[in-house]
């Protein structure tokens, strides 16, 4: 029986550190939590389904 758990990451600010921050978690396998001030940045990330996004 397999116990390992899917490691989970929350990532303020999408600022260039962020951003980059947040493809490479995801891309390794991790699950994603986003918060984002700019509502633009919010929508362009908003058509992605694999990662949670908080304005």
């Not at 990532?11 to 509502?39: E, H, W, Y």
């Amino acid at each position: 029986m397999n116990t390992a758990k899917k490691i989970k990451i929350g990532i303020i600010g999408l600022g260039p550190v962020g951003m980059i921050l947040a493809d490479s978690f995801q891309k390794a396998g991790c699950d994603v939590a986003l918060c984002v001030r700019n509502a633009v940045k919010h929508n362009k990330i908003n058509i992605i389904p694999s990662i949670t996004i908080s304005l």
